[in-house]
């Protein structure tokens, strides 16, 4: 091996790089601003991810009013109160993570926590946020712990609480009753008997345990979970909520090739070639522009063809699914025109390709999902054709939308495809012409 060569090999190397701006910045730079980017996101410096819940207050009491504005306090959740209707909207079209439902009667319940009915709330989860709905039952249990607790540190509420159960107990005509309910009722009573007198005798709650309600298995709040309406005849499929973030990462490879060939056929003659040919320059550009939007379509029905044979997945709406594929190939072929343009070298265009998509798959749930997202970074998706895509999909596979509701995200793509595609046209016969 002749070091020298090699040396200078790589001295050459390192020169064309240092010439070439786009790819020095792409090299160094954009990895930096990434790695501050994420350590932003997910640090003591930026805002913390917030679970975004719908709450439908059917109660409408001081009890149930007064819990809500406990739970707005949390750091942990987005809560925006809304009509049940609205509520179950905005999950199953994704604009809310979840959905939490309290019923007529749940400020009663939790005004007499002694009395055998518990305050019950109804929650529902978009499909496949099994971990926030973990989360959120843990959050709202302990919430309702907090405040037996809060009581519980009150001995004067606390034995007022308990009279007027005693109190209530006691008007109970149990003789009409069957016999185990006669039992329950008088266990009851001689249960909360007991615990008035303990509390009258010690005065406090002070020498219990921490975090102890006082009664063994007791459960402060009981969480029924329900479903986001969807169309029961076709079965719940988890592959139809990861297939939409499959088809993501299949148009970024189609993106990133067609705008890297396109700087090829520049760099190394074929495009001089080409316009030597009585071809203008929009047969040219229309040419790139019919190859990357029929790639785009081919790898997406290919995707969904394995999906729908091989993973059980089921369309529930071929209209929007067709509007879907057909919008999200023209919005992102008009990106690629664009992004081919913006780069002079093969590395630059790369660089820049990815970089841009990158973010845009970071911002849009193609790489972190939504409900994971500061709530600054969730906002920012909203700008981005992936977060369009995907909810499209979404759409036509799980969320059982309707043409209508699927129209605002394919007319922003189009609008993106045709943006890009005359764009890019321009720049690109500028740049020709220097």
Known sequence: MNTGSMLKLAKKDWLLLLRDKAALFFTFGFPLIIAIFFGTAFSG???TAAISLAVADLDGSAQSREWISRLEKSDALDIRLLPQ???REQVRKGKQT???IIPAGFGKAKAQPFDPEVPEVQLAVSPGSKATQQMLDGLLTAQAAEDMQRLMANPDAMLAQLEDSITQLEKITTEDLPQ???TFFADLKAMLTSFRQLQTREGTAEDREPGSTGFQGFTPLRIEHIEIKRDARKPYNAYAISFPQGLIWGILGVISTFAMALVTEVRQGTMARLLSLPLSHADILGGKALGCFFSLIAVMS???AIGTLFFGIQLQNPGVLLIAIFSSALGFTGLMMLLS??????????GLAWAVLMVLAMTGG???PLFAMPRWMADLGQFSPVQWTVLSFEGALWRDFSIGEVLPYASLLVA???GGMLLGGWLFRKRLRY
Do not use: C, F, R
């Open 98 to 100: 979840a959905m939490l």
């Open 302 to 304: 290919l995707l969904l």
């Open 416 to 418: 993106l495809g045709i």
């Open 180 to 182: 185990d309910q006669q």
């Open 85 to 87: 209707d609205q509520a």
């Open 45 to 47: 410096g930026g805002q």
């Open 366 to 368: 193609g790489m972190i």
């Open 341 to 350: 343009v913006l780069g002079k070298t093969e590395k630059s265009a790369s």
